[in-house]
Nanobody, 120 residues
Framework: VQLQASGGGLVQPGGSLRLSCAASGSISEVYMMGWHRQAPGNQREMVAIISNTGSTNYGDHVKGRSTISRDNAKNTVYLQMTSLKPEGTAVYYC???????????????WGQGTQVTVSS
């Protein structure tokens, strides 16, 4: 299983960015998908998560400014971020809690991370 993230980059404060992450490989079912971020010197923190039924949860630092969505048919999760602030600068990691085979136990998988830099 691989999680391939894309969409990071440099954006000015107040700007917008859309991250995408596709899970591929031998996958039976994807339960939870989401985004976490880690800034230098800080612990990794949750940005947003979404279940396979569409239930969402957001970190307080992005509430009202970010929207997470997913395409279950493509095993892909998206994060639309608006009104970005300099403190949003971090490596953003996508995450999936999924089952590979019918008899396998579900487990967590992480993408390689994509850098988001908010700066003028």
């Amino acid at each position: 299983v691989q999680l391939q993230a894309s969409g990071g980059g440099l954006v000015q404060p107040g700007g917008s960015l859309r991250l995408s992450c596709a899970a591929s490989g031998s996958i039976s079912e994807v339960y939870m998908m989401g985004w976490h971020r880690q800034a230098p010197g800080n612990q990794r923190e949750m940005v947003a998560i979404i279940s396979n039924t569409g239930s969402t949860n957001y970190g307080d630092h992005v509430k009202g400014r970010s929207t997470i969505s997913r395409d279950n048919a493509k095993n892909t999760v998206y994060l639309q971020m608006t009104s970005l602030k300099p403190e949003g600068t971090a490596v953003y990691y996508c995450h999936a809690y999924l089952r590979q085979g019918r008899g396998a136990a579900p487990r967590n998988y992480w993408g390689q991370g994509t850098q988001v830099t908010v700066s003028s």
